[in-house]
Structures are given as C-alpha cells and as structure tokens.
C-alpha cells in the first residue's frame, strides 16, 4: 500500500503540473487579465496570480480537478502561498509529509510544484 500512495501523489503532482500550465495557457491566450481576475477553464472561474492558478481551493485545487473526498487539501498562510496536497482526507500525523506542496508564482515566474512521495513519507 505504501507503493499505492506515492503512485497517488505522482498522478496529483501531474495534476497539478498540468492545471497550472493549462491555467496559464488559457490566461495568455484571454491577454493576460490583472491578477485577482479570473479565467474560465471547463465553465469554472479559476482564480489566478501573476499568471497562474492562486494556491488556494478556487485556483489550483480547482484547475487540478482535486476532490476534497480523495485528498487531503490545505491552503497555507504564509508568503508567498502555497497550497498542500496530501494523501489522503485524514491523512495521519506519520503520512503528513506524503505530499505535493504548490507555491504560488512569483511577478514574473512560475509557481513551484514539489512532490515529496517516498516509500519513507508514504509509509
């Protein structure tokens, strides 16, 4: 089961990898909008920053198509944002660093997606 998780993870990770270039593509191609603007990917309001989907549930748990029933979702506090991804809803104190952590983009950069699945978190 332990193979199970990090395999979980890797497909949130490509997930998220993929909303986020998707989130950007489609907000290039609608020229740009000022942040706290939304784009429209599948009919949803994506809510952006600097040009990619915001570390929070409307922006890149949205544009990922992550479902609080399969994971376990947490938008940081901190600055820059970031938005945490676990294994699972109740995820247990030992599997917490089973994760994909997103970091919102930085003016002028791309955000950073970090995969921490290893047989060792995911345990």
């Known amino acids: 089961s332990t193979?199970?998780?990090?395999?979980?993870?890797?497909g949130a990770f490509g997930a998220v990898k993929a909303g986020a270039a998707l989130y950007h593509a489609q907000w290039l191609v609608s020229g740009s909008p000022a942040d706290g603007n939304t784009v429209s990917m599948e009919g949803k309001a994506i809510a952006g920053v600097n040009g990619y989907p915001a570390a929070s549930a409307t922006g890149i748990q949205e544009a990922a198509g992550l479902l609080a029933t399969d994971y376990g979702l947490a938008a940081g506090t901190g600055t820059p944002a970031t938005f945490t991804i676990t294994v699972d809803p109740n995820t247990t104190a030992t599997r917490a660093n089973c994760n994909?952590?997103?970091?919102?983009?930085?003016v002028g950069g791309a955000?950073?997606?970090?995969?921490?699945a290893s047989e060792a978190n995911c345990k």
């Open 3 to 10: 193979q199970a998780r990090v395999a979980k993870m890797q």
């Open 100 to 106: 994909v952590v997103y970091t919102a983009a930085p």
């Open 111 to 116: 955000p950073t997606i970090v995969l921490n």
